[in-house]
């Protein structure tokens, strides 16, 4: 192990657009290394689902802020490897309502926010002041953990990733207009991408993997072929 890992931070940063497997990706490879896994997509929807219910107007920073002082968010670790984190918003199991197309498009919207992303990437790196943990979303590698050890940024066809959500939807009984969906992603990618603060790029050290024609095992042992840790 080189003297220049040693000194960054032992932790494991995954971004991407959405669709590209980074949660069950990271959900994997957490458990392979004995890591915590921090599902950041994950709090900026709790969030946008809090200021939904509150009815917060996303241009009034004032209110918005006002409503993050008064926020309780906690994640609780998955049970096994292929189960998402749960998440308590003041207290309440919102795992599921979170999940949805329509609160992914308004955790882009209000992850575009000041207030919102003071607030929660100070929050992410207090979960990472003791290393070893797993992060992905799209700005871990940029901006929470701009001195993690090992980064990697995942991509993927928009066709291919309206597939998968589409099956996901499917199985979970839900009806699903395809070209809808495509647009959605789309979209999303481009609010993303365009967004003045911490938007959705690559890090100059990330390794990219193209996921589109890999399985979840092949992209996890890529990864994992480039960690390792050094002993706490």
Known sequence: ?????????QIVTIDGPSGVGKSTISRRVAAS???TYLDTG??????????LNSRVDLGDETAVR???????LELLPATTEDD???????????????RSQEMSMIASKVSALPAVREKLTAMQQEIGKKGQIVAEGRDTGTVVFPDAAWKFYLDADPG????????????????????????????????????TIAPLCKAEDAT??????LSIDEVAAKMLAGIEPTPQ
């Open 84 to 98: 998402e984190v749960t998440v308590l918003l003041a207290g309440e199991d919102v795992s599921v309502a979170i």
């Open 160 to 195: 291919e990733r309206m597939r998968r959500r589409a099956a996901q939807m499917r199985l979970a009984g839900k009806e699903v207009d395809e070209e809808e969906l495509l647009q959605m992603i789309i979209k999303r990618d481009h609010d993303d991408q365009a967004r």
């Open 208 to 213: 990219v993997i193209d996921t589109s024609v």
């Open 42 to 51: 994950a709090m900026y929807r709790a969030v946008g689902l809090q200021l």
């Open 1 to 9: 192990m080189s003297n220049n890992v040693k000194r960054k931070e």
């Open 66 to 72: 006002e409503c993050l002082q008064k926020i309780s």
């Open 33 to 35: 290394l004995s890591f």
